[in-house]
């Protein structure tokens, strides 16, 4: 699973407000999924995901293919129809299998397949992977041999259904992208919220930008120190920018000196600083 820690003594305080920043909602508790992303580059055409029931249940889970939306603030929609500039790749995808029941404990793997079209124009599509928990339907206490259509005294039961997806995205050509960050500002702390640290990560290029965001802290007179790191935030095609805000520890605020903030790439992929801005705090 992708690392989401918050290790420093922060972490606490501003926990709820990074959960905003994450771009892999768990909603099934006990599914855990690996990788939480797929990316088909150069001539890839395969890929798996990783499936582990960690609950205590047996799981039903129905496989789809979906095309979303993210907003500035990283919120996901249903994108239908398709707006100028989105790009999917669903009807590149194949996967199997369509749905899998998994027992405490059990895992299962998820088989996926790229097939481009031979006039596929360069650039970069994305579509998402969704694991949809099904609901187990029983008949209700005291109504288990009630004949079809025998409605009266029928209590009905609405389960809500659970699930998680993660983004597949196919590149192909030449695809690049740059970072950077604007608009940095911290607005004070309130009653109900620590104090925030807003700013806007801008993608510019025909791919996504995916990496990690790290702030520190330079106290006059003082070395430099660690602040929040948040992990694995995107930047979608065609998106070209991000908003974000980062909750800091309350004694940042009037603290003085220059807060750092640096959008890098994820270890994996060398951890190379993308983009990086200061701050003075006054």
């Given amino acids: 699973m992708t690392d989401h820690s918050i290790p420093w003594r922060c972490a606490l305080p501003v926990l709820g407000w990074l959960m905003a920043l994450l771009p892999f909602h768990a909603a099934a508790a006990d599914l855990m999924l690996h990788p939480t ?14 499936l582990v029931n960690s609950g205590s249940r047996t799981l039903t889970y129905r496989i789809s293919l979906v095309n979303r939306r993210m907003n500035e603030t990283g919120d996901f929609s249903d994108a239908a129809p398709p707006l100028p500039g989105e790009q999917f790749a669903v009807k590149m995808l194949r996967y199997s299998p369509r749905q899998v029941v998994l027992a405490p404990g059990d895992s299962q793997t998820v088989r996926i397949q790229v097939r481009k079209p031979a006039d596929l124009e360069p650039g970069e599509y994305r579509s998402h992977l969704l694991f949809a928990e099904v609901a187990e ?15 009266e005294g029928l209590e009905i039961k609405l389960t809500p259904l659970l699930g998680a997806s993660i983004p597949v995205i196919v590149r192909h050509g030449q ?7 604007s608009e940095l500002s911290v607005e004070a702390a309130a009653a109900d919220r620590p104090p925030v ?9 025909n791919r996504s930008l995916y990496g990690d965001l790290v702030v520190t802290l330079t106290p006059p007179g003082g070395s430099e120190q660690p602040l929040v790191r948040v992990n694995g935030v995107a930047v979608y095609v065609p998106n070209p920018l991000r908003r974000v805000r980062m909750a800091l520890p309350p004694s940042a605020a009037g603290a003085g000196g220059t807060l750092r903030v640096v959008f890098q790439e994820r270890p994996d992929d060398g951890g190379k600083p993308l983009a990086e801005a200061r701050l003075p705090l006054r």
């Fill in 175 to 181: 695809t690049a992208a740059t970072a950077a960050l």
């Fill in 197 to 205: 640290l807003a700013f806007d990560l801008r993608r510019e290029g």
């Fill in 137 to 151: 339907t029983a008949p209700a206490a005291g109504n288990a041999a009630a004949p079809s259509g025998a409605g």
């Fill in 37 to 50: 992303r797929i990316v088909f580059d150069k001539n890839q055409r395969a890929a798996q995901v990783e």
